[in-house]
């Protein structure tokens, strides 16, 4: 297997051209003709991730956010970008994200955090162009039956092991229906408003944020890492699907940068 053809798989679920104008999805570091002996999968690259490749003898690394958002103006371990970089080009490590792409396509990042809190008959939240087909940001769904809005948040924290939990006014002492959006979400605030949600799942908001629903949803930040750990299972999903004898690696030390004190 070729890079480029580990990285057709993924484009064939999550095609480059549905990243947001601002992303940098696809093949930032190596050779998509180089030999995959490999593949680890993880959120973030950082010099564990790279320590951990090398270990596993695995020269593909599939993360969910990309290493390079901004070209790099020279390559002389001044930073941790720079550093990682130099490093895989001298072990011969590619590095590949699905990033915005993995987030707005069906059956993508929303749809698998929405799966994995058991969301039913999920749809986007904000569907996509429509000369983009099968495509959106976010998801809203229905939940089993309805659930008192703290025990669920309490299941949510306890099942993506969030190291906390922030949410606005309890103005919904139940929630029946759930919009989210992995990530930064707070853009999508009323869109889920507008979809009648009783609360609304994302990451990265404002002090302001959190009156910004006004008595109309309740809002929770559920922290980044926490909210898009979920990539790592999806991808390595898409791609045994298509390749079952390969070896592809979770990572282990792919870890939420944030620590908190509780």
Known sequence: MKVRDITAIIETFAPLSLQESYDNSG?????PESEVSGILLCVDVTESVIDEAIA??????VSHHPLLFHPLRQVVGADASQRIVARCLIAGISLYAAHTNLDNALG????RLGRILGLKNMTFLRPGNVSVASSGSGVVGDLPSPRPTLALLQEIKDRLHCGVIRYSTLCRPQVSKVALVTG???SFIEDAVAA????YLSADFKYNDFYTP???IVVA??????????AIELLYDVITKKIANFAVHRSESSVDPVNYLI
């Open 27 to 31: 093949l930032s570091v190596g050779n």
């Open 221 to 230: 930040d559920l922290g980044h890492f926490a909210s898009e750990y979920c």
């Open 196 to 199: 009648h949600a009783d609360l």
């Open 214 to 216: 006004d008595n109309r």
């Open 108 to 111: 993508g990042m929303n749809f």
């Open 184 to 186: 930064s979400g707070a």
């Open 56 to 61: 596993l003898g695995a020269n593909l690394i």
